[in-house]
T-cell receptor, first 112, second 112 residues
Framework: AQTVTQSQPEMSVQEAETVTLSCTYDTSESDYYLFWYKQPPSRQMILVIRQEAYKQQNATENRFSVNFQKAAKSFSLKISDSQLGDAAMYFCAFVAKYALNFGKGTSLLVTP | DTAVSQTPKYLVTQMGNDKSIKCEQNLGHDTMYWYKQDSKKFLKIMFSYNNKELIINETVPNRFSPKSPDKAHLNLHINSLELGDSAVYFC???????????FGPGTRLLVL
């Protein structure tokens, strides 16, 4: 079975600060991809960042970066210089062949 | 230009009715998906089509039937709607299995 676990249902961060969202996954596949998606109140699912499992280098997209630890099956998301617009539900997801397997999400609150 | 579009965005209907949700993508992708997001925001795959061929059919009641008339379209028909079908339904597409999936805006279905 392929599972994704997000152990933090809610997180809070002050504007301009840094926050890290945790994610672990379980799979027997050797070739797979990991993603973080953001879902603001508008409910649109927005891709934040993607990581190929075969790449050792951690992915980075502007203020967003990941810490990918393949042996530990860990894939955390770091948001630097947090902005009010970062407030949303964040989903960690994994795909080996076709379907995305999602975690239950972490609700991120950004305070001024 | 809208990449993945769904119609309608909102659907309110009575128990026992039959309804359809339409999805179209203009990204030239080969693979399309339907996901269901429940009231606790958990996202789960329902179906996946690759080049109009059904490749994933999760444990979904027979009342749900996907149809893919061509690679750019994947529709979802639901017969005999039940209260438990109330959810947000997302369509998504990707270049191929395992690639980044791009989501439509979602269809919020409410069954009364």
């Amino acid at each position: 079975a392929q599972t994704v676990t997000q152990s933090q249902p809610e997180m809070s961060v002050q504007e301009a600060e840094t926050v890290t969202l945790s994610c672990t996954y379980d799979t027997s596949e050797s070739d797979y991809y990991l993603f973080w998606y953001k879902q603001p109140p508008s409910r649109q699912m927005i891709l934040v960042i993607r990581q190929e499992a075969y790449k050792q280098q951690n992915a980075t997209e502007n203020r967003f970066s990941v810490n990918f630890q393949k042996a530990a099956k860990s894939f955390s998301l770091k948001i630097s210089d947090s902005q009010l617009g970062d407030a949303a539900m964040y989903f960690c997801a994994f795909v080996a062949k076709y379907a995305l397997n999602f975690g239950k999400g972490t609700s991120l609150l950004v305070t001024p | 230009d809208t990449a993945v579009s769904q119609t309608p965005k909102y659907l309110v209907t009575q128990m026992g009715n039959d309804k359809s949700i339409k999805c179209e993508q203009n990204l030239g992708h080969d693979t399309m998906y339907w996901y269901k997001q429940d009231s606790k925001k958990f996202l789960k795959i329902m179906f996946s089509y690759n080049n109009k061929e059904l490749i994933i059919n999760e444990t979904v009641p027979n009342r749900f039937s996907p149809k893919s008339p061509d690679k750019a379209h994947l529709n979802l028909h639901i017969n005999s709607l039940e209260l438990g079908d109330s959810a947000v339904y997302f369509c998504a597409s990707s270049l191929s299995g395992g690639e980044t999936q791009y989501f439509g805006p979602g269809t919020r279905l409410l069954v009364l």
